[in-house]
């Protein structure tokens, strides 16, 4: 089985997967926008700082100045402490050497230059913009440096490069807090977000959604005066109005159908009671035809009246086995019909029917083998099942060639029932005729039968099975080559 | 040896077929047409005693159950076997029916199957 998924736990893991996303990429956004402030930020404070020194060392002799220099310098410096270090590159020209400043806490280091930079590369990489400059951040030891290069404009020609770096730990420190609080934020408003969406799902539509499945349920089980109340004006709304109105719709057409069974009841009672009837008043006017015809017939010398007369036996047998199955097919079709359950031997009760059709059996040069196996016990009504097996027989010998043939009688046992199996070497039937052959009045053979069977046996067949619990069909490879009847009866325990 | 027979039925034509038809297949049988059970008793009470009774089972006034437990009441009256002879075929009356009398033939019936029924019955 898969596994099941509530409504309410999909939906809120799509809240939760959009809502998360969102909050990422708005968090985000504002990290980048922060950062990219804190960045033009020292780059306009490296642009002012470059304009002063500018005009401080306005003069070319300035530049070998260098405790001047250093002194200014440190002035800067203190004004500015996120200023680390500022390196003044100027063309191969100019003392280079001379020129590397740093400015540092760390008062050893002022004016020491270090081999580590290459300057070089700086000043090539200089444009002739003014207004251009570089930075780039990096991140070492935990702190956030940024490097700003900007032009050193001296009366109007770019003479070098200052390279400013400063720290923006102070910034950052601020800015983290600042994240911080807004991760949280963040966090708590996803929370509140999911915990009222749930609220709200619950609230609106998964509660009416069970309120409908449990309609739906007693709706089912036949309970139509069920009423949805939701009075809510969105779609789960409109849904409840349409489920009540088709409620009401089924309350209707089940009552139709009701009239209609009970007065389709009342027909078939009828029915049977007019077949029941019928019959009866049948029977009585049926019996000098039957019980004198013969006789009549018998003592006729003249062979073309005693030809008429054999007809006339013919036709009136015929009548009185219609009667007879048509009354015994409304019988058990009837309610009032019950049969009379009890433990019988299989086997013997073939062997009893056997028995009693020996003679009718060799007048058709019919061989009967009953495989059986002696141990089958099956809940049954004895004189019905007899019926059940005459009736298949007589099914068997009627479509057999005129030569006579064999039918095999066989039961299997499965759990607990035992399919029995009657299998003949007659006429067989198409595919399209095995569904057929048990509805009433149905006969195989139209031409050469018409008179000899009634196209009842098989129905009432079928009854008698349906009336065990069982079901009974006929399987055949095809017209000429024989077919086999089955049917399945409740086989008692008897272990 | 003559076997006499009573033969009720409200029905004529059934009185007369049996009639006819027994008395044609083998003359030894007087066949005696009863119309009703009332009628039935009426003879019996008058000494015409039988060797065998054919009951039809649904009859107006009394009817073949009602006249077969009379029948099996009196001492001299019980040995007399019992044939129904009926259009009534359901189950439970055909059951009941064979358990109470020596045969039990539904309507309409072949004259010869009567006949071998009845001579199976006397002959024992």
Known sequence: ?495 | MVKTVFMVDDEPSVRYTVKQGLEALDPEFNVVPVESGEKCFEMLESNLVPDIILLDIMMPGMNGWEIQRRLKEKLEWRSIPIVFLTATGDHTSRKIGRMISEDYIEKPFKISELKQRIDKILQT
């Not at chain 1, 951040?137 to 400013?164: F, Q």
Request: aromatic fraction near 10%; include cysteine.
């Open chain 1, 1 to 495: 089985m898969k596994r099941k998924f509530s409504l309410s736990l999909k939906l809120t893991f799509i809240v939760v997967t959009v809502s998360a996303i969102i909050i990422l990429s708005l968090t985000y956004v504002n990290i980048s926008n922060q950062k990219s402030f804190f960045e033009k930020n020292y780059s306009v404070r490296a642009i002012a700082l470059a304009k002063s020194f500018d005009a401080s060392i306005a003069f070319h002799d300035e530049f070998n100045d260098t405790q001047k220099l250093q002194n200014y310098i440190k002035n800067v410096s203190v004004s500015n402490p996120e200023l680390l270090q500022i390196s003044i590159n100027v063309p191969d020209e100019v003392d280079v050497d001379s020129l590397k400043v740093y400015v540092s806490s760390d008062e050893d280091l002022i004016g020491n230059p270090s081999d580590e930079y290459n300057y070089e590369s700086y000043i090539l990489t200089i444009q002739t913009n003014d207004d251009t400059t570089y930075y780039s951040i990096t991140d070492i030891e935990g702190s956030h440096l940024i490097t700003v290069i900007t032009p050193v404009n001296l009366s109007g020609e770019i003479a070098g490069t200052y390279e400013m770096t400063f720290s923006m730990d102070k910034d950052y420190k601020v800015f983290d807090v600042q994240m911080r609080n807004l991760i949280a934020i963040s966090v708590f408003s996803l929370f509140i977000l999911i915990f009222s969406f749930l609220f709200l799902l619950r609230r609106f539509v998964v509660k009416p959604i069970f309120v409908f499945r449990n309609a739906a349920r007693l709706i089912g089980e036949g309970n139509l005066d069920t009423e949805i109340n939701i009075a809510s004006r969105d779609e789960l709304g409109e849904l409840a109005v349409a489920f009540d109105k088709m409620a009401k719709d089924l309350k209707k057409s089940r009552a139709k159908i009701e009239r209609y069974n009970k007065t389709l009841e009342r027909l078939l009672d009828q029915k049977d009671e007019f077949i029941g009837q019928l019959g009866h008043d049948l029977k009585n006017p049926l019996t000098p035809l039957v019980g004198l015809l013969p006789i009549i017939r018998d003592q006729e010398k003249d062979p073309k009246i005693k030809e008429h007369l054999d007809i006339i036996v013919h036709n009136v047998e015929y009548m009185r086995e219609l009667i007879f199955k048509t009354l015994q097919l409304a019988r058990l079709r009837s309610e009032n019909t019950k049969f009379d359950f009890e433990d019988l031997n299989l086997k013997d009760g073939v062997d009893g029917v056997l028995e009693s059709q020996q003679l009718y059996l060799r007048e058709h040069m019919m061989k009967v083998e009953n495989k059986i196996h002696k141990d089958v016990i099956v809940w049954a009504d004895k004189l019905r099942l007899a019926e059940l097996f005459n009736n298949l027989i007589t099914n068997a010998v009627k479509y057999a060639p005129e030569t006579g043939g064999t039918i095999t009688i066989n039961a299997k046992k499965e759990k607990n029932m035992v399919t029995v199996s009657i299998k003949d070497t007659g006429i067989g039937m198409a595919s399209e005729q095995l569904e057929q052959i048990f509805d009433e009045f149905y006969k195989a053979d139209k031409s050469t039968h018409e008179m000899d069977s009634s196209g009842l046996g098989l129905s009432i067949c079928k009854r008698i099975v349906e009336k065990h619990g069982g079901r009974i069909w006929v399987e055949s490879p095809g017209p000429g080559k024989g077919s086999t009847f089955y049917f399945t009866l409740k086989l008692v325990d008897t272990k």
